[in-house]
């Protein structure tokens, strides 16, 4: 839960700590300290900036939700949830811009890891399927809708509501 400077400022203080503790012959201490900075790091390709970024992506903050993703170098060695809900954040920025390439991107690779609720998965392959059907590739969003509605026990109301105004579209797109 740390912004990237936080957690170089922090590693930074146990490398202090550990050097101070190695000139003291502190071993104990020094371990901790070892320990600590593996930790640190092991969050940085972990963890990322994910969590802090859930909490503006959730106040709708999406300037600061992307600042935040844009730390993370490396998504792809983000651990599975954090990768997941990495790229459902993404793909809701990517809406948001109205950049609807990416935005389908990004929910077709959420839509393989598991996010924080069935809702949110069920979410993500609507939005691809809605995109799909926006850019006429009907196989794909009735292909996506079949996974959507596997789901349907699970749904809330408003998204039973979405998947079928998609597929009243779709057969009105086919008749």
């Given amino acids: 839960m740390f912004t990237n400077r936080a957690r170089q400022l922090v590693i930074a203080v146990f490398i202090l700590v550990l050097l101070f503790s190695i000139y003291e012959r502190g071993f104990e201490i020094s371990g901790i300290a070892l320990l600590a900075i593996g930790v640190l790091v092991w969050g940085y390709f972990k963890e990322g900036t994910v969590i802090l970024?859930?909490?503006?992506?959730?106040?709708k903050n999406y300037e600061q939700t992307?600042?935040?993703?844009?730390?993370?170098?490396?998504?792809?060695?983000l651990a599975k949830k954090r990768r997941g809900y990495y790229e459902y954040m993404m793909g809701g920025i990517a809406l948001q811009k109205q950049d609807f390439e990416a935005a389908e991107k990004h929910y077709e690779i959420a839509a393989q890891y598991p996010l924080r609720s069935?809702?949110?998965?069920?979410?993500?392959?609507?939005?691809v399927a809605n995109i799909s059907l926006r850019n006429h590739r009907f196989d794909k969003v009735e292909a996506y809708l079949g996974l959507a509605k596997k789901q349907e026990n699970n749904?809330?109301?408003?998204?039973r509501e979405v998947i079928l105004k998609l597929e009243q579209e779709i057969k009105q797109r086919n008749k």
Avoid: S, W, Y
């Fill in 155 to 159: 749904l809330t109301a408003k998204m």
């Fill in 66 to 77: 992307e600042t935040l993703l844009r730390q993370i170098a490396r998504p792809n060695l």
């Fill in 118 to 127: 069935v809702n949110d998965h069920v979410a993500a392959l609507v939005h």
């Fill in 53 to 59: 970024a859930a909490k503006d992506f959730h106040d």
